[in-house]
């Protein structure tokens, strides 16, 4: 994490919002993540994002788990509250600090190792129960902390750093959602700033689980077989006190084309990404016909991106369970525990 303090000078043409407060109020730390690294991308969007729904920052929660897609949270909005939970565990923390109090605005960062590996459980469960919160996987095909091994994202045929080929079927976060019945499901490209906030703004405002992939590339694991300056060489020819990789300045890669239509991405490595945006009308109410339309371009070797499946009728996991309107945090220690006579009378009525 970092504790670096941006610089306090506001520009005096920032545009407060409806609160008084700028673009500046709803940043962070300095980041820590490479130059050039599609995570920072997805920071400012959320920044935009928060800022244009003028959300009080006193009333937001951020929680992450482990990985560098994790330290996201401490790069937006700093007078949040935020909690930084174990690796793959914060579909957990997030749900009960829900179910104690439903009055917060929840966003749960992650990365496709920290969500589909050893979280995918915790975040089924908390998509099957559908707890209202905005959690957005920040997917780059690799374990970014631990030198780059393929994550479970990560497609067929796609070569490591050191040029190996991935031989196992990807898991898609997407049609896993759709599966299991998320009730909001999207989309989209860490570049494309233009398509990104107004999916985060629509998934913020979801009443329900809204589940955001977003493609985010990893620019530092490109360094070759040969290279005197690469880690490995480094390891075998002098004493490691740390394990460093030499990360080289990337430019952030950008992407705008219209809806309906198709665009190739290249990457920092060369490979080329394929999106297709959905176009105006596209029906993302329709579960069936949903998952067909992206196998169908899936097929196609394209990635779709939008707003791709939508809900608005199911209920939160608080309509779910009937709680109670008041949140937990502020009820008295008499109204929580009512007394051992309240509590027979429960059992009571489960004989």
Same mark, same amino acid.
């Given at each position: 994490?970092?504790? /670096?303090?941006?610089?306090?000078?506001?520009?005096?043409?920032?545009?407060?919002?409806?609160?008084?407060? *700028?673009?500046?109020?709803?940043?962070?730390?300095?980041?820590?993540?490479?130059?050039?690294?599609?995570? %920072?991308?997805?920071?400012?969007?959320?920044?935009?994002?928060?800022?244009?729904?003028?959300?009080?920052?006193?009333? @937001?929660?951020?929680?992450? &788990? /482990?990985?560098?897609?994790?330290?996201?949270?401490?790069?937006?909005?700093?007078?949040?509250?935020?909690?930084?939970?174990?690796?793959?565990?914060?579909?957990?923390?997030?749900?009960?600090?829900?179910?104690?109090?439903?009055?917060?605005?929840?966003?749960?960062?992650?990365?496709?190792?920290?969500?589909?590996?050893? &979280?995918?459980?915790?975040?089924?469960?908390?998509?099957?129960?559908?707890?209202?919160?905005?959690?957005?996987?920040?997917?780059?095909?690799?374990?970014?902390? *631990?030198?780059?091994? =393929?994550?479970?994202?990560?497609?067929?045929?796609?070569?490591?750093?050191?040029?190996?080929?991935? *031989?196992?079927?990807?898991? %898609?976060?997407?049609?896993?959602?759709?599966?299991?019945?998320?009730?909001?499901?999207?989309?989209?490209?860490? &570049?494309?700033?233009?398509?990104?906030?107004?999916? @985060?703004? !629509?998934?913020?405002?979801?009443?329900? =689980?809204?589940?955001?992939?977003? /493609?985010?590339?990893?620019?530092? =694991?490109?360094?070759?077989?040969? +290279?005197?300056? +690469?880690?490995?060489?480094?390891?075998?020819?002098? @004493?490691?006190?740390?394990?460093? %990789?030499?990360?080289?300045?990337?430019?952030?890669?950008? !992407? %705008?084309?219209?809806?309906?239509?198709?665009?190739?991405?290249?990457?920092?490595? &060369?490979?080329?990404?394929?999106?297709?945006?959905?176009?105006?009308?596209?029906?993302?109410?329709?579960? !069936?016909?949903?998952?067909?339309?992206?196998?169908?371009?899936?097929?196609?070797?394209?990635?779709?991106?939008?707003?791709?499946?939508?809900?608005?009728?199911?209920?939160?996991?608080?309509?779910?369970?009937?709680?109670?309107?008041?949140?937990?945090?502020?009820?008295?220690?008499?109204?929580?525990?009512?007394?051992?006579?309240?509590?027979?009378? @429960?059992?009571?009525?489960?004989?």
């Amino acid at each position: 994490m970092s504790y /670096i303090k941006k610089p306090v000078a506001r520009h005096p043409s920032l545009k407060p919002n409806t609160l008084g407060l *700028t673009l500046r109020d709803y940043e962070g730390a300095m980041s820590t993540l490479c130059a050039g690294c599609g995570h %920072d991308s997805i920071t400012a969007a959320i920044v935009r994002a928060l800022y244009e729904l003028d959300t009080p920052p006193h009333m @937001l929660a951020k929680l992450s &788990g /482990i990985g560098c897609s994790s330290k996201t949270p401490t790069y937006f909005v700093s007078g949040s509250h935020g909690f930084n939970s174990a690796h793959g565990r914060m579909p957990a923390i997030a749900t009960g600090a829900s179910a104690a109090n439903r009055e917060l605005t929840y966003i749960g960062v992650s990365g496709d190792g920290d969500s589909l590996s050893i &979280g995918l459980g915790q975040m089924v469960h908390a998509i099957r129960r559908n707890v209202k919160m905005l959690y957005v996987i920040e997917n780059n095909g690799v374990y970014g902390l *631990t030198k780059g091994q =393929f994550s479970a994202s990560a497609d067929v045929g796609s070569k490591s750093k050191k040029g190996e080929a991935n *031989t196992q079927a990807p898991l %898609d976060p997407v049609m896993l959602a759709l599966d299991i019945g998320a009730t909001f499901v999207a989309r989209s490209f860490s &570049g494309d700033k233009a398509q990104l906030v107004p999916i @985060l703004k !629509a998934g913020l405002r979801h009443d329900g =689980f809204a589940l955001v992939d977003v /493609i985010s590339p990893c620019v530092t =694991f490109n360094d070759h077989e040969g +290279s005197t300056k +690469s880690y490995k060489h480094t390891r075998k020819h002098q @004493l490691p006190i740390l394990e460093a %990789d030499f990360v080289p300045f990337a430019a952030e890669i950008t !992407a %705008d084309y219209p809806e309906g239509a198709a665009h190739s991405v290249k990457m920092h490595d &060369g490979s080329m990404v394929r999106f297709r945006k959905v176009a105006a009308d596209y029906d993302p109410t329709d579960r !069936a016909n949903v998952a067909s339309y992206l196998r169908e371009h899936q097929r196609a070797g394209e990635v779709p991106t939008g707003l791709l499946y939508l809900d608005e009728s199911s209920e939160d996991m608080h309509r779910a369970a009937k709680t109670v309107k008041t949140p937990l945090t502020r009820l008295t220690h008499e109204e929580l525990c009512p007394g051992n006579a309240a509590l027979r009378k @429960l059992q009571e009525a489960f004989r």
